[in-house]
């Protein structure tokens, strides 16, 4: 692990701190100078070499899948590499063997890729519960009451994407378990920066695109199944990587990869995923303890200066609670106006549900949380 003392050294790693104060890594995160440089490589060769070097790039993509293996505390044969989240979801909505009158249980608020495949079950006889926050946070109770016996599966995120609320995953697995109900858990909006170890949580299924706090490219991403519910799901979308003897072409043999594999069906998106594993990498070597506690000082420190300037911190900042996303209400101002403005001062902010969302990496600084908070207390124009 890296004695990181100053955090601010690490800004050279991140090019995007040059031009802006980047507080949006709950949308779209910057690339780390490590995977733009990976990505160059990639493409590099790819220009110069063709399929020469194929297999060192699958060596890398190996590599890659035992780093995924150690974020989650996982067997890397457990780890599929996916190209979003939404498919990492599908696999599970279309594969779970439904029977009609059975019943998935969420929260009303979930971002959309973790509601429609669940709704998409419709015509199989699937009903969908949606179990509404109480202010910003998803209560452990209404989840309970929300379970009866026809609830086979409860899906819900890490952290909520617009409120930040962090649900309760070991509590919820627990309560999964306990009612034996699969739990499947959209990990995007927590995945590199709070610590999940699904050899102590509870977690059955897991799927979360690299585009966010793992500081990856888009369109690569990592579906974690347990090894005990692979042959549970039926694999949709086989294809000749899903198989055994996946490089022999010329034998036909319909014997599926006993773990995640199956659901790699193709070629693989290897420059994102060389992207991914090496901001990956750059997150394991700081410890995702470190990371956390350093986003989560970053994300207190704003909450504080926030408040003292008359703005209202939505999230539930209970230490159980908190995560990397603060949503806050800018009093008497348009949100929309003030993400424009903060972008013309060279800060990045969005809003969702009609709030001012922020989100900070481990590589921001207090001194730009103080830049984002002037800008909040100016009056509009
Ligand atoms: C909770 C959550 N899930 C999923 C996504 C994105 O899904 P995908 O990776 O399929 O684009 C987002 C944000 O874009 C999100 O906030």
Not at 174 to 186: N, P, Q, W
Not at 334 to 357: I, N, P, T
Request: hydrophobic share 45%; aromatic share 8%.
């Amino acid at each position: 692990m890296l004695l990181i003392m100053d955090w601010t050294s690490l800004r050279e790693q991140f090019p995007v701190t040059r031009r802006w104060a980047f507080f949006d890594h709950a949308a779209v995160a910057p690339l780390s100078g490590p995977a733009q440089r990976a990505v160059i490589e990639w493409a590099a060769d790819m220009a110069d070499n063709g399929d020469v070097h194929e297999p060192l790039w699958f060596r890398r993509v190996n590599e890659v899948r035992g780093l995924a293996g150690r974020l989650l505390n996982a067997d890397a044969l457990d780890v599929a590499f996916v190209k979003n989240t939404s498919e990492g979801v599908g696999i599970v909505a279309e594969g779970f063997p439904w029977r009609p009158g059975d019943n998935v249980v969420t929260a009303a608020e979930e971002y959309p890729s973790n509601l429609y495949p669940w709704l998409n079950l419709h015509d199989r006889g699937v009903e969908v519960r949606r179990v509404p926050s109480r202010g910003p946070r998803v209560d452990l109770g209404d989840l309970r009451a929300a379970i009866d016996g026809r609830t086979r599966l409860v899906s819900l995120s890490f952290v909520e994407y617009a409120s930040g609320f962090r649900n309760d995953l070991d509590a919820v697995g627990a309560l999964c378990r306990e009612r034996g109900i699969s739990f499947f858990v959209d990990a995007i909006q927590g995945l590199g920066v709070l610590p999940l170890d699904v050899g102590r949580t509870p977690v059955d299924f897991l799927s979360a695109d690299g585009h966010k706090w793992l500081l990856g490219s888009e369109g690569a991403g990592l579906f974690y199944v347990r090894r005990d519910l692979v042959e549970m799901l039926r694999p949709v979308s086989v294809g000749w990587n899903s198989v055994a003897g996946a490089w022999d072409f010329a034998t036909i043999d319909l014997r599926l990869k006993p773990h995640a594999g199956r659901w790699e069906n193709g070629t693989l998106n290897v420059g994102g995923i060389a992207a991914l594993g090496a901001s990956l990498g750059l997150l394991l070597e700081l410890g995702i303890p470190a990371v956390s506690e350093r986003v989560l000082e970053l994300t207190d420190y704003l909450c504080e200066r926030a408040l003292a300037a008359g703005v209202e911190v939505f999230s539930s900042r209970l230490p159980s609670d908190r995560s990397g996303i603060v949503s806050l209400v800018v009093p008497g101002a348009d949100v929309r106006e003030v993400v424009r403005r903060c972008r013309v001062a060279g800060v990045v902010v969005s809003q969702r549900a009609g709030r001012l969302r922020v989100s900070p990496h481990c590589y921001n600084t207090h001194e730009e949380v103080d830049r984002l908070v002037g800008l909040l207390a100016e009056p509009g124009p």
